[in-house]
């Protein structure tokens, strides 16, 4: 193997060639025509032939598999060599190849990247983006002099780019010359200037200024605490760093010339700061991304000179005409509102009405008339009114209602448990809540005012309301628009709501948002929110930076497409089909197209904006603007007020573009004035109606439907554990907010849930081959091959934590347990208090479970699920004992001094007399014996992994026990599992008043007055799948009653529990075995077992999906191959393995010992750590910062990762890989 010197030599001999192979070419290579497409028709095979050659090419660019991409970008540059967007487009696939290893294996390849950046150069010399891939590409080759000369080339295109600049300093710092280092200092303040609301650029600025001691890092300081305001309290909670005093006595410490001081708190804040999804965000404004300057499409005159075949009209919409609905009673005058759901859980649609004096409810009959069910006075001036569940009371449909939805459940159960929605009205009066309560004696509905008690009851002059979960803890938040600005509230649960705001960087007062629209905008999986104003003619959105934290931007917009920072009123769609969300917008009684790129998580382009041509003007007075698919063609057509009724234009998939054009169908009349339209299926035919409130009348135009299908989507966020389902408390119940996917032969269809029920139509395709769901909480389902025309049920999956281990038994890989369960690092047990972890911990293997493989102990483990496992070393030792003794280590989680290090010997197990939960129910025959029978000491379930108070309760008193002359030495060992709370959720019950926390196992035993007495505040506990841990008893019995209660909230089961009485230890040897290779590699997903009772999912290693399963983390992970240096020795050299990878360890066997009648187990050491990709882990979707062993705590804000230089060559020499995040994002785009 070469050294690293002699690499470095090898590659800077190949670099000088390259130059002047560079130079050659420049002078060499002709002149490239650089006008548009020849005015020449092209034939439409031809075109089809081009654009297959684009989105394929654009497609497998965007996937990372360039070996893919090339060709067909080289193809297009040969077929269109005067465009643009060939040479582009290949200049980025080749400078993306260009890895040290690739320059060193392939001369050939690296002169061709040099060759095509050139000849872009030579086509498109205005283009400051030509000058930048070449400075990219002279960069990634080493030659920084030629970058250099390049950038300063972009910077004359583009002098007023905070971009170009920020590269340029980049460049110039790796340049060793101090007029050069001077200049990057210089770039960079350049930089700053341009862009100084640029947190990431303001903390790289602020180490340069304190750095040459000037006074002006006082107002540099100054804009940290401004930017980093939204921050400081959830920074504070974390880890317990005040922001804005460490900055305050930056200042003075300036002031006093104490610039160590100011060095050392520079460096904490930019340590402190940079993992932050803000600093993120502005960094990616900054580091611009290669694919960022893809070009996506052909220009306007390629079209123009296809020969395109006519164009196919969709197929109309019939509608019947108007139909007033028939009500029992005459509707209260002064309608203002109306809603249709599922409001009494029978499920049929029934209409929920706001009128000037009351909300009223009512449901069909089998007459067709609709009568009342709950009414309650308004006693105020409200506009609006809003069907959602705030309190998650999930309860048990009644039989009729839930043999109804049985007949049209397809996944996986019936919806026989339903939460009900509860009503909130809005308007000039503020905001009033109603609690939709069942009364069992009567069988009937009511309405419940539910008081507000702060600011939020004095909130007047609202103009919008959302319901959505921006804190992403489970539950529905509210955001308010009122004629003042703003705010955010959090939902605590009780029907109380506390105000956010706070947190937030908020729009300006004057914005008075009238409509706000929940989406992920730029697809990082949390919630953005997009506001448009009738009264200011103002758009934004609010990014979304986690934990309940946002920032208000304008839409990155060049001036041409500015007028989307103008939209009235606007809705999602997705025109063509790019998996990135498009707009449909009103500005100025004009209906908008936006067209956007994103070209990766957290990134959107605004790529065109362009007026719907065949709409008529939008009715300013009554702004009407509705999306859905009338003709179940696969497209979301378009419904809008005009000056003669409402306007449908149909979508149609265009050929040419493969986008989405509007085609004007029909003018909707109704006979009187339209107040409220809604979309919505009454009839439940599969087609959506139209459903107008005129005049105090509710008048339906029934939609006669076609012969294409459809499916209606329901989301139930609940879990089912055997028979049993709950509410998982992980997402609100109807997943609202959640993204809902649909692929159907070419159709892919985006949309995010906005009530009970989500409808898609699918044309002449009679399955749907996928749907995805991505649940609020980051969480994906698939959901396979899905015949239409019904209505289908998908419920919350089952998430786990932590890598898996699987152990070679003789004959296959089979599942054994998780592993690093006493480590998670970020995890939070409440606002403010961050989770102990404990890096090591030794678990045992039965020797039954580990047999030889040719010659070797093998171990596979895997990381399956959301998160980064951080291996820093992995030992397997053989224990060898008797055959009539049992080991035993303490399987446990808890800090050190309960979970210490010993092996634990059994030779005469003693089960317990009698063994009993809270309710005195006998579960003895379930814990009694290591069988998988597993006992549920509890009923009720309030929460995943919160439930009622329960307890187990073990009567000890055997003869054994009795029969000893002084007071017995009692060792307990317990077998169990248990299903957790996730931080989301500890987060939710931390701020919900009437829900108790989480309380771990604590141990009480009877006193001298039979009562019970906690003599274990905290006795530890089995860490996720089944595990033993040892429980020591000696001392802790206050009498000779020898009952012990292990009393916790958690959801716990127990396999089994026995004893041990005065044993003393056993004889064992115990061998360390060699580790002889470690290998890390990409597997795949296992098949989930589900257990048929209250055991623990396992999983199939022999049944694989090597499909990417979750959403992407950001950082390095290790690059595959060999590892066994990383995991040899605790030294902090860490094996970091994402979602989907798998480490194979081979260990040496070791000769027995010359002991007849002994047998051998395992016991296998691991250190390392945890992180769960959950949206409320502290930076929880990165991989960095990363941990070690010396940390006081996670994250460690006064603490510097070890500035080892083993440990940093590991960043650039293992830790390279990135997660695929197309792969992720555009699964289900492509058939």
Not at 377 to 386: A, Q, R
Not at 657 to 685: E, H, R, W
Not at 903 to 929: C, F, M, R, W, Y
Request: a negative charge; aromatic letters at 8%; proline letters at 5%.
């Amino acid at each position: 193997m070469p050294s690293r010197s002699s690499h470095f030599a090898f590659i800077v001999a190949v670099i000088l060639f390259l130059i002047a192979f560079a130079v050659f070419i420049t002078v060499k290579a002709p002149p490239l025509n650089q006008g548009p497409v020849a005015k020449e028709l092209i034939s439409y095979e031809k075109a089809n032939e081009l654009l297959r050659f684009k989105n394929e090419g654009i497609a497998y660019l965007e996937n990372a598999q360039y070996a893919e991409s090339d060709p067909l970008l080289e193809r297009l540059t040969e077929e269109l060599p005067r465009e643009v967007i060939g040479f582009r487009n290949l200049t980025i696939c080749r400078l993306l190849q260009l890895t040290p290893e690739k320059i060193q294996a392939d001369q050939e390849f690296a002169k061709q990247a040099i060759s095509t950046v050139n000849q872009l150069i030579q086509i498109a010399p205005d283009s400051g983006v030509s000058y930048i891939l070449s400075a990219r590409i002279y960069t990634a080759l080493g030659d920084l002099q030629q970058a250099l000369a390049a950038l300063q080339r972009a910077i004359q295109h583009y002098p007023e780019d905070a971009a170009v600049w920020y590269e340029l300093s980049e460049v110039q710092k790796q340049i060793q010359k101090s007029e050069v280092q001077k200049k990057a200092k210089s770039s960079l303040e350049k930089a700053w200037e341009l862009q100084s609301d640029n947190l990431f650029l303001t903390l790289d600025y602020l180490q340069v200024v304190v750095g040459q001691k000037a006074e002006q890092a006082v107002p540099v300081f100054e804009k940290v605490k401004q930017l980093a305001g939204p921050l400081a309290d959830s920074v504070k909670d974390h880890t317990r760093l005040d922001l804005n005093k460490l900055i305050d006595d930056s200042v003075t410490a300036i002031r006093d010339q104490k610039w160590n001081l100011v060095i050392r708190n520079a460096r904490i804040l930019r340590n402190v700061l940079i993992a932050e999804d803000l600093v993120k965000s502005d960094r990616r404004r900054v580091e611009q991304n290669p694919l960022e300057f893809v070009i996506h499409d052909f220009p306007p005159e390629f079209y123009t000179a296809v020969e395109w075949p006519a164009r196919q009209k969709p197929l109309t919409v019939e509608l019947a005409e108007p139909d007033p609905l028939k009500f029992s009673r005459e509707l209260p005058p002064d309608i203002r509102d109306l809603q249709i759901a599922d409001f009494d859980l029978d499920g049929k649609p029934d209409l929920i009405l706001l009128s000037a004096e009351q909300v009223s409810v009512f449901t069909q009959n089998e007459s067709g008339i609709w009568e009342i069910i709950a009414n309650q006075t308004s006693n105020g001036d409200y506009s609006e009114v809003h069907a959602v569940d705030l309190d998650a009371d999930v309860q048990q449909l009644n039989q009729a209602a839930s043999n109804e939805k049985k007949e049209q459940i397809l996944f996986p159960v019936s919806p026989s448990r339903d939460a009900d929605l509860d009503l909130v009205l809005s308007g000039k009066s503020g905001i009033k809540v109603f609690e939709n309560q069942w009364d069992s004696k009567t069988g009937k509905r009511r309405l419940v005012l539910k008081a507000q008690k702060n600011d939020l009851a004095v909130l007047s002059d609202v103009l919008a309301v959302n319901f959505s979960d921006i804190d992403h803890d489970g539950d529905l938040d509210l955001v308010a628009s009122t004629s003042r600005g703003l705010s955010l509230w959090s939902n605590r649960g009780d029907f109380s709501f506390q105000d956010i705001s706070m947190n937030s960087q908020l729009p300006p007062d004057s914005l008075a948002a009238t409509s706000i629209v929940r989406v992920d905008w730029d697809r990082d999986v949390d919630l953005d929110l997009i506001l448009c104003s009738r009264e200011s003619k103002q758009a934004g959105y609010l990014e979304n930076l986690r934990h309940g934290r946002f920032r208000w931007r304008q839409f990155d917009a060049k001036e041409k497409e500015s007028v989307i920072n103008q939209f009235e009123e606007c809705r999602l769609v997705d025109f063509d089909r790019n998996g990135s969300w498009d707009l449909i917008g009103v500005s100025r009684a004009q209906m908008m197209l936006v067209e956007t790129n994103r070209p990766l998580p957290g990134s959107v382009q605004i790529a065109s904006v362009r007026p719907l041509k065949e709409s008529e003007p939008v009715n300013a007075e009554n702004t009407i603007l509705l999306t859905g698919d009338l003709n179940n063609d696969g497209v979301l057509d378009v419904v809008a007020s005009s000056p003669n009724g409402l306007q449908l234009c149909l979508g149609t998939a265009e050929q040419k573009a493969g986008q989405t054009v509007y085609v004007k169908d029909q003018v909707i009349v109704f006979p009187k004035p339209i107040q409220k339209i809604l979309l919505y299926d009454l009839n439940q035919d599969g087609s959506l109606d139209v459903i107008a409130v005129t005049e105090n009348q509710i008048v339906q135009r029934q939609n006669k439907g076609n012969d294409y299908h459809w499916l209606d989507i329901s989301l139930r966020a609940e879990q089912v554990k055997g028979e049993v389902k709950s509410a998982s408390g992980r997402v609100n119940h109807y997943g609202i907010g959640s993204l809902l996917e649909l692929r159907s032969g070419t159709i892919y269809q985006p949309q995010i849930v906005a009530g009970q029920s989500t409808h898609f139509g699918l044309g002449k395709q009679t399955v749907a081959e996928a749907i995805r769901v991505l649940w609020t909480n980051g969480i994906p389902v698939n959901i396979i091959n899905v015949k239409t025309d019904q209505r289908i049920y998908e419920k919350q999956t089952l998430m786990g934590s932590c890598p898996y281990l699987y152990t070679w038994d003789g004959e296959q890989f089979s599942f054994y347990t998780d592993l690093l369960w006493a480590a998670p690092i970020g995890l939070q047990f409440g606002k403010g208090i961050v989770a102990p972890c404990r890096d090591w911990e030794f678990l045992k293997i039965d020797g039954d479970r580990l047999k030889e493989k040719d010659g070797f102990y093998e171990l596979r483990v895997t990381e399956e699920l959301w998160e980064a496992g951080y291996f820093d070393m992995v030992e397997l030792m053989a224990v060898y004992h008797p055959s009539d003794v049992e080991i035993y280590t303490n399987e446990k989680v808890g800090p050190p001094e309960i979970a210490e290090v010993d092996i634990h010997t059994v030779q005469h197990p003693q089960t317990p007399v009698a063994a009993i939960n809270h309710e005195g129910h006998d579960v003895l025959s379930e814990i009694k014996d290591a069988d998988d029978r597993y006992a549920k000491t509890f009923n009720k379930k309030y929460r995943q992994g919160l439930t009622e108070d329960h307890f187990l309760e073990l009567d000890l008193n055997t003869e054994a026990v009795l029969n000893t002359k002084t007071p017995p030495r009692l060792k307990l060992f317990l077998t169990g599992w248990i299903y957790p709370t996730d931080t989301g959720i500890n987060l939710a019950l931390s701020e919900n008043p009437s829900m108790p926390s989480p309380r771990p196992p604590s141990l009480s035993v009877p006193d001298e007055n039979g009562e019970w007495k906690t003599v274990m505040p905290f006795m530890g506990f089995p860490g996720g799948k089944t595990k033993t841990i040892a429980v020591d008893l000696a001392d802790q019995f206050l009498t000779n009653d020898y009952r012990v209660r292990i009393n916790t909230n958690m959801e716990f089961y127990w396999d089994q529990a026995f004893f041990t009485v005065d044993e003393e230890s056993a004889e064992f040897m115990m061998r360390v075995l060699p580790l002889e290779s470690a290998t890390l590699k990409y597997r795949g997903f296992s098949t989930p077992i589900n257990h048929p009772g209250n055991g623990p999912e396992r999983y199939d290693y022999e049944s694989l999906s090597s499909d990417i399963q979750w959403p992407p983390m950001q950082g390095g992970f290790t690059r595959y191959g060999d590892v066994k240096t990383l995991v040899e020795s605790a030294d902090n050299r860490l094996v970091i393995m994402g979602a989907g990878d798998e480490m194979r360890l081979r260990f040496a066997v070791s000769a027995a010992p010359d002991k007849p009648g002994w047998k051998r187990d395992f016991i296998l050491h691991n250190v390392g750590w945890d992180k769960d990709a959950n949206l409320h882990t502290i930076l929880g979707q990165s991989v960095k910062p990363l941990p070690f062993r010396e940390m006081g705590g996670y994250p460690y804000p006064t603490q510097n990762y070890p500035d080892d230089k083993v440990l940093q060559q590991d960043q650039t020499q293992y830790h390279t890989r990135r997660q695929n995040s197309a792969r992720f994002w555009n699964a289900l785009q492509k058939p």
